[in-house]
């Protein structure tokens, strides 16, 4: 097994937040241009990337999958909602991250 660094999980989460940056920028520009959504859907795959990357070391953990989590919604992708929310909830996080995740949840059911 090949020891995962943990400048990757930086590395993607730069990039995803980055992509999130200019998507919002673009939104301000051009508010139906279709970059968006592929750019927010592009940040999403970094961003899960991340998270399924972190080991279960609180906050971190819970924070990568709760920005993941989010990203997914924003992209309609449930499942995946389920699956980062479920993995955020691991381990012994904050309260307030945890009722944070379980809101993300209570969105995708609406």
Known sequence: MVPIDSTD???LHRQAMKLVDSAN?????????V????????????E???ARLC?????S????HR??????????????VQELVDAGLAGNLPEEIAVELRDILRRVSK
């Not at 080991?55 to 906050?59: I, Y």
């Open 55 to 59: 080991p279960l070391v609180q906050p």
């Open 35 to 46: 970059r968006i959504a592929e750019m927010l859907h592009t940040a999403y795959q970094y």
């Open 67 to 80: 920005s993941a989590a989010t990203l997914a919604l924003d992209c309609d992708e449930v499942e995946a």
């Open 9 to 11: 999980i930086n590395a």
């Open 61 to 64: 953990h819970a924070v990568l």
């Open 48 to 50: 899960a990337r991340a």
């Open 25 to 33: 920028a673009l939104a301000r520009l051009k508010p139906d241009d």
